[in-house]
């Protein structure tokens, strides 16, 4: 099993919903393929000013995301970043630059940040690097040159982080990197399978350097600059499907990689090392069951310290071998000043993340000062300047990824967002900036959708994941929130029936349909017929409200013409993709299959494809305008319309939007509307109509 965080990306996608759609219909938020588990607060925001401007402040992008001019793309209109007031993201790697003081670098998917004063204030260098930072190394002598293992090779950057190239190994995922500080074109790159090569050119040619090496994912490498033929690796053993096992290894090589032999089998993940920068040769260890330490290069190890916990990874004082830091999974950052003898508990003062998730991906320690530290999380970054007993929250990081968007025709103006990693958020208008649900009213940070009621103003409901996988339910525009009888149900869609405001239906991952009769505070099953649906859409389509259609994932699209006691299938059948998206338009019904794009019914039963125009069937959504009456989809990169529901059309043709995915949605202040998308750890791009 993969540990959590790693597979966010499986749920989290895109983002998307519905918004200014006929009443009954509702949307998953996003196109989920499956879920195989799942992971990667901040204080009140202060109340926005309602009558800034509609589009002050925006950033104009174009669709590779660089600053434009409104009107220097001929013939269509910029899209603009929509995150002002956003901060937080999914954050696997932090590490400060050993050459530059102050100079820190962190990773959130595809996104590169710089700080230049050890890690309180951020700025991005760029939204691409190419498939993924897992490890970054820094050449000695060359400033500005970066090296990196990726999820698509071993790349290099020569302008300090804004641009990448693939240096070599294009296509094969890299999941850790060593230099050698006195030869720095000596290189070693780890991946899965066992994988572990050298290079002696920079990285232009690689030979195997894996023999004696277990098969497993390498974690971690560590060399010994006195001794450069000396190389120590972290293994976290693998089957033969590439599924993780509960067991690891640290192994060495005496040769420069010639042969290894395993030094210490782990009862559990052997993750990652941390290396004394004043003797090299102390070297700790984190692993799933504890920390364990060298002080003669790796040949032995002690006996576990921390035993029985998850130190996901270690932090090394550059000044003292024996003040460390160890990121507790999931319970916070302990360190220790006598080389791990005796340890401060796990410290999670000014970590403001979801209780019983305060832990810490990755952690590195200032060069020039021990006591000042940062640690990557599930939701930003956090430094602490006194070695780690408090922390506080950086700024400037604007990488909170988009699960859900979501627009109530009672408050059209108003957005909600569904995060994955980092709450709830709600943007009062599209002139003003975000502001964060905290932590003490909403105490789930890993969300699957957000529903500001079609009907009832004021009540939204909030499908969770993480900590219960349960819905939760504010009457109050989300001043507060109160959990349901819901545990376990991993809600994805809610939807009201436009005909009796107190009856609600939820879709859910592992238990199809559930339906309240007063207003949401308590559910029941609702699926004969639907048990083992997964329930991405709802469309509740007669005036009466007992004609129901829910599109899944894998069991196509059912109905309900008794409001929802009982389902049967549509020619929409199994073995289709994520039905991500069901409204009524012009009187027809439209789905959106993931891998298959637009399908129409007439009826509800037979439904044929309807894509005509369309350059891409995947990670789309569908939403209807109902100001000037069409339809937009999603699809691939782009953003389509159509009048008729047939045909398709690209929208601003020659600039599609910079990032995103999954359904649109509209936001409408007064005379000013904007079409709205999720862009991943992009955050939320707009375009205005």
């Known amino acids: 099993m993969r540990r959590l965080f790693y597979a966010a990306s499986i749920l989290a996608t895109a983002c998307g919903s519905t918004s200014e759609v006929p009443p009954h219909s509702e949307d998953a938020g996003a196109d989920s393929k499956g879920m195989d588990g799942a992971v990667s607060d901040r204080a009140d925001a202060a109340l926005p000013d309602a009558s800034r401007d509609a589009d002050a402040g925006f950033q104009d992008v174009t669709s590779e995301g660089a600053d434009v001019a409104e009107g220097d793309v001929s013939g269509c209109r910029p899209w603009s970043y929509w995150n002002d007031g956003l901060t937080g993201g999914n954050f696997n790697y932090v590490q400060f630059d050993p050459r530059t003081a102050a100079l820190v670098l962190a990773v959130a998917g595809s996104q590169l940040y710089r700080s230049t004063d050890s890690g309180q204030t951020w700025t991005l260098l760029t939204n691409n690097t190419g498939g993924g930072i897992a ?16 999820g698509d090779g071993f790349r290099r950057s020569d302008d300090g982080g804004q641009t990448w190239t693939t240096r070599s190994l294009q296509g094969v995922p890299l999941t850790s990197l060593l230099v ?153 950052i302990a ?28 952690l590195s320690v200032d060069p020039k000062n021990g006591a000042s530290v940062v640690a990557a999380t599930h939701d930003g970054i956090f430094r602490s300047t006194n070695g780690g007993d408090n922390w506080l929250a950086a700024t400037g990081l604007e990488s909170v990824l988009c699960r859900d968007l ?32 905290p932590l003490d009213r909403l105490p789930r940070e890993w969300l699957m959708t957000v529903y500001p009621d079609t009907f009832v103003g004021g009540r939204v409901m909030v ?54 009769i007063d207003g949401g505070v308590t559910w ?31 069991s196509g699209i059912l109905r309900s013409t008794d409001a929802g006691a009982s389902w049967s299938s549509t020619t929409m059948g199994l073995g289709v993709g994520a039905i ?19 399908h129409r019914s007439q009826n509800g039963m037979v439904w044929t494809p309807s894509n005509a125009g369309l350059e891409a069937l995947n990670f789309g959504g569908i939403v209807v305008d109902t ?44 005379a000013s509307r904007h079409v709205v998308l999720g862009a991943g750890t992009s955050g939320v791009v707009a375009h205005p109509l």
């Open 135 to 150: 490890e970054m190394a820094f050449p000695p002598g060359s400033p500005n040159v970066l090296l990196a293992a990726t």
């Open 580 to 598: 991500g998206s069901l409204v009524r338009f012009g009187g027809s019904l439209y789905a959106w299959v993931d891998g298959a794009g637009v």
């Open 627 to 670: 100001v000037v009456p069409r339809l937009f989809a999603s699809a691939g990169a782009a953003v389509y319309t159509s009048a008729d529901g047939t045909s398709w059309q690209p929208f601003e043709k020659g600039c599609p939007p910079p990032a995103g995915g999954g359904r649109p949605v509209i936001v409408s202040n007064g």
């Open 463 to 516: 499908g969770t994941f993480l900590g219960g996988s349960e819905a939760w339910r504010s009457t109050d525009q989300g001043a507060t929130f109160n959990v349901t009888n819901t545990a376990s149900l991993n809600p994805f869609v809610f939807a009201t029936d436009p005909t009796n405001n107190a009856v609600m239906y939820m879709g859910t991952q592992v238990a199809g349909v559930y339906k309240s």
């Open 180 to 332: 050698d500080r006195t030869s720095p074109q000596r290189i070693f790159v780890g991946g899965d399978q066992g994988l572990l090569m050298r290079s002696t050119d920079g990285g232009g040619t690689w030979r195997a350097a894996s023999s004696g090496v277990p098969f497993g994912q390498i974690m971690s490498l560590a060399g010994d600059p006195s001794t450069p033929d000396n190389v120590l690796a972290t293994v976290i053993l693998e089957d033969a499907n590439g599924s993780w096992k509960s067991s690891g290894a640290i192994v060495r090589s005496t040769n420069g990689g010639l042969t290894w032999a395993t030094v210490l089998n782990v009862n559990g993940f052997a993750q990652r090392l941390a290396q004394c920068i004043v003797d090299p040769k102390v070297i700790y260890a984190g692993t799933a069951i504890g920390v364990v330490k060298s002080i003669d290069g790796g040949q032995l190890w002690s006996p576990f310290m921390l035993a029985g916990m998850n130190a996901a990874d270690i932090g090394v004082d550059s000044a003292s071998c024996d003040h460390i830091y160890a990121a507790i999974f999931p319970s916070g």
């Open 406 to 437: 979501r627009v109530s025709p009672t408050a059209p103006q108003q957005l909600w967002m569904a995060s994955w990693g980092s709450g709830a958020w709600r943007r009062p208008s599209s002139g003003a900036p975000w502001q964060r649900i």
């Open 524 to 554: 029941q099953p609702s699926n004969t017929g639907a048990t083992d649906a997964f329930v991405l859409s709802i469309l509740i389509d007669s005036d009466d409200g007992r004609t129901i259609y829910i599109g899944t994932q894998g």
């Open 335 to 362: 360190h220790s000043t006598n080389g791990g003898t005796t340890w401060s508990p796990a410290i999670t003062q000014g970590l403001t993340l979801q209780e019983g998730y305060q832990q810490a991906n990755r």
